[in-house]
């Protein structure tokens, strides 16, 4: 489908669910942004969800979202169970804000919703030339080290810094791959990879509604599992955010909103050193990129290139949509 086409789809469908035509014309560019980057696991597959929220008053459609300023470079959001992406929207461009006044932004937020990918709020920050960093907690999908039941989400950790070129933005869960990944495969009738999620007897599974009723590995072991607590403390713990496994799954819990708490640092990088950080970036880069490849590399990737390219290319074509979710998105359109 074109973009152009797919974008008023979206936004007509958010604004049925009564979201304002501007907060819908967010969330619209980051579902659709998400299919470009070939990250549909956190693109239109969602709709559906976020839209079955608003219906049941578990997303609010029209927040009074409340930014209390604690000083000059700190500030603290109530997001009055806005959908995430809003929320977090007005986040990181105050942290930019806040960082541009004083060298360092840092905003926590509260009572907010899923708000897909970390990168696109890193992006925004970068692009202004600041060095940024994003958390935000997710529902219990990754059991703790030694624990038998899940209860960490697969907490991203996103970093991002300018580079003069295209941006370095690491952006991982701290689960060997996302949950969305497994429930777009749930919902396409697809396996998931080998070794990623247990079922619930502590089996290594490909069979995905086995893993969503089990655990999902970390990251090297113990230190994912230490990864993703650090973010459940920033996001939820420090902004009065939901923490400690109490995240709902925004999928099958409707037993209230999901009070996903989120947390956004922003550093001036000329802080310490002024204009030579991007000369020193630059040749941080080359100094990796010049190493001699490994078998099968022909060249050193450093994180961020891969979906930028990955950008470009899709911007130029249609976007492909399995006929699955071509049908929720016509019966979300006839509500
Ligand atoms: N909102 C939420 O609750 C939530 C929860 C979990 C994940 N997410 C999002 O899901 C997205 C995907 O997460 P993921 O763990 O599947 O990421 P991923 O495995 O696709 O990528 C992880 C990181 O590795 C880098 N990378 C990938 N291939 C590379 C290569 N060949 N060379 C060098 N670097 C490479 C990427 O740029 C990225 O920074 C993220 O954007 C994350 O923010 C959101």
């Known amino acids: 489908m074109k973009k152009s086409i797919l974008r008023t789809k979206v936004i007509q469908i958010l604004k049925k669910h009564k979201l304002s035509k501007k907060h819908s014309e967010i969330c619209a560019d980051y579902l659709i942004k998400a299919e470009l980057v070939g990250a549909k696991s956190h693109g239109l597959t969602r709709l559906r969800m976020y839209c079955q929220r608003i219906q049941k008053k578990l997303i609010n ?31 990181i461009s105050q942290a930019i804000k806040n960082a541009k006044k004083t060298g360092i932004g840092l905003v926590g937020v509260k009572r907010s919703g899923h708000f897909g990918l970390s990168s696109f709020y890193a992006e925004q920050a970068v692009k202004k030339n600041l060095i940024v ?73 490909t069979d995905p509604k086995r893993a969503l009723e089990g655990t999902q590995l970390p990251i090297a072991t113990f230190k994912g599992s230490g990864l993703a607590w650090m973010v459940d403390i920033l996001s939820g713990v ?4 939901s923490h400690g496994g109490k995240t709902k799954d925004p999928f099958d819990d409707f037993s209230g909103p999901q009070n996903v708490g989120h947390l956004f640092l922003t550093i001036n990088p000329k802080i310490f050193i002024g204009k030579k950080f991007l000369k020193e970036m630059k040749e941080n880069i080359r100094l990796v990129k010049k190493l001699p490849k490994a078998k099968g590399f022909n060249s050193i990737l450093y994180p961020g290139e891969r979906k930028n390219n990955l950008y470009k290319k899709n911007s130029k074509k249609d976007i492909s949509i399995p006929q699955k979710i071509l049908n929720e998105m016509n019966d979300l359109n006839v509500v």
């Open 61 to 91: 459609p029209k927040p009074r979202i409340k930014i209390k300023k604690i000083n000059s470079s700190i500030s603290h959001i109530d997001a009055d169970n806005s959908i995430g992406f809003v929320s977090a929207d007005i986040a």
């Open 133 to 205: 960093f994003c958390f935000t907690n997710a529902p219990p999908a990754l059991a703790p080290h030694g624990a038998k039941k899940s209860l960490f989400g697969t907490n991203p950790i996103c970093f991002g810094v300018p580079t003069g070129k295209v941006p370095f933005i690491l952006d991982t869960s701290t689960s060997i791959i996302n949950r969305g990944k497994i429930r777009r495969a749930h919902k396409l009738g697809e396996k998931i990879p080998y070794g990623v999620a247990l079922d619930k007897s502590g089996k290594i599974t």
């Open 238 to 241: 420090l902004t009065g955010g």
